[in-house]
């Protein structure tokens, strides 16, 4: 690498570093715009002890849940976490530690912790078990709730497109939490579909910054579907998969 | 007779009203796109990262990155916008959103609700529900009125862990359209077919009941 150039060319390269019992910050919703072969580098690397902030922990066989069978993660942070039944027995048996954050104020930790701010306040959870243990604050007669901001060891990014310099455009709604995991990483690795050279992306259109990336990789995405809902013609259907 | 599903789906559509953005939960109050009046333009919010959610793809148009909150493939509508999930919350939390509409477990007198976790039974997260119902002043809460076996969801006091304290002014169920104030419910509408009485039953917190009740219309 020289300069701005931050292309790496194996996956072994773009983790290096991450260690035992580090905190990771990984974007993606359900399994939408996920880091998925950043997740298969974690499990092939068998790093253990990690901390997981994503808003949901994948399903079973694929996204963060690839890495429960080998107890890799201690904590996970995150806001929903149905999809998965490995999950739900190492969380009952006390085997994995689980932090369930409301997902407006999980986006709000990575952006405050990206941003420099430590802490907020804000409305939601207040009065629920999420308020446990914080300091609450009334302002114009309004209860808040103070929430810490995340920083993590490194943060896994998924984006579609991403110059040699690290600027990042996302694709529809597999943006999610990508660009705020992006600010909050003390390593951020990102990777995209397609890397393309420096002055091809209209600066205009950047959604992230290359200053907030660390390492940029391009991989092949399997971009499973969760749900796959269509309609035949004019009238809404659903159909479960 | 109860309401269907649908039918609390098109009962809550008649809410709706001209340039609303609205964030519509999942489960029954997905449906409610199905039953947007004629006439009116609406704008749904989707809480991962969409505003202006149109149907479901074709086949052909299926596409791995872009989804709904439930997680479903969707379309896009024209006019729609992308952003990320400190945005969409943005919205949310700033009081942008005009309508939102979502389930619960049980609702108490006191505007409380609880929607998302049964101790020891299901643990899944509460998503972006405590964010909606802190944000949103006008909320409608979908739901069933009781358990198969006849057991009230809506409550002197709420039991399960809270969603959200005191956020919530009206209810429709599949028996009644209830709004919630001064720490007690108010029948405004019964189902087709369904008497004030049945409700009085099932419902376990103080029901005020004031002159004729009308029967909902569709």
């Known amino acids: 690498m020289a300069g701005f150039d931050k292309v790496v060319s194996s996956y072994e390269e773009a983790m290096a570093g991450l260690n035992d019992d580090m905190t990771v910050i990984a974007g993606g919703f359900g399994l939408c715009g996920i880091p998925e072969n950043l997740i298969a580098e974690i499990k092939r690397k068998g790093t253990k002890g990690l901390t997981l902030v994503s808003n949901n922990c994948g399903v079973d066989d694929f996204g963060l849940g690839v890495l429960l069978p080998n107890r890799q993660i201690k904590k996970i942070v995150a806001s929903y976490v149905g999809e998965n039944a490995e999950f739900e027995r190492q969380m009952m048996a006390g085997e994995l530690e689980v932090e369930l954050t409301p997902q407006g104020t999980l986006a709000e930790k990575m952006r405050a912790g990206g941003a420099g701010i430590p802490a907020f306040f804000t409305a939601t959870g207040v009065g629920t078990p999420v308020a446990e243990g914080k300091e609450e604050r009334t302002f114009n007669g309004r209860d808040y709730i103070l929430e810490e901001a995340l920083v993590g060891d490194f943060a896994i990014v998924k984006a579609w497109k991403a110059d040699r310099y690290g600027n990042l455009v996302f694709r529809k709604t597999a943006r999610n939490f990508n660009p705020l995991a992006a600010t909050a990483g003390k390593m951020t690795v990102v990777e995209v579909e397609e890397i393309v050279e420096v002055g091809e992306l209209d600066p205009d259109q950047i959604h992230t910054p290359g200053i907030y990336v660390n390492r940029i990789i391009q991989g092949t995405f399997e971009k499973r579907i969760e749900q796959r809902t269509t309609r035949p013609s004019d009238q809404y259907e659903t159909k479960g998969e | ?218």
């Open chain 2, 1 to 218: 007779m109860a309401l269907s599903r649908e039918q609390i789906a098109q009962r809550v559509a008649q809410e709706l009203k001209d340039g609303y953005y609205v964030n519509l939960g999942i489960g029954i109050p997905t449906l409610i796109a199905n039953y947007i009046p004629k006439g009116i333009e609406v704008m749904l919010q989707s809480e991962n990262g969409l505003l202006g959610m149109g149907q479901f793809p074709t086949i052909d148009e299926i596409d791995a990155d872009l989804i709904n909150a439930g997680k479903q493939t969707v379309t896009m509508a024209s006019g729609a916008s992308i952003f990320d999930s400190a945005e969409s919350f943005a919205m949310i939390r700033g009081g942008h959103v005009d309508l939102t509409v979502l389930g619960a477990f049980e609702v108490d007198v006191n505007g409380n609700i609880a929607s998302y976790m049964i101790p020891g039974k299901l643990i899944k997260g509460m998503g972006g529900a405590m964010d909606l119902v802190a944000g949103a002043d006008n909320i409608i809460v979908t739901m069933t009125h009781a358990s198969k076996h006849g057991v009230s969801k809506l409550l002197a006091q709420c039991t399960l862990p809270l969603t959200g304290k005191g956020c919530i002014k009206k209810v429709l169920t599949d028996l009644a359209f209830i709004e919630i104030r001064e720490g007690k419910f108010h029948l405004i509408e019964r189902a087709p077919g369904v008497t004030v009485e049945e409700i009085i039953k099932l419902t376990e917190g103080e029901l005020v009941i004031n002159g004729d009740i009308p029967e909902m219309r569709f």
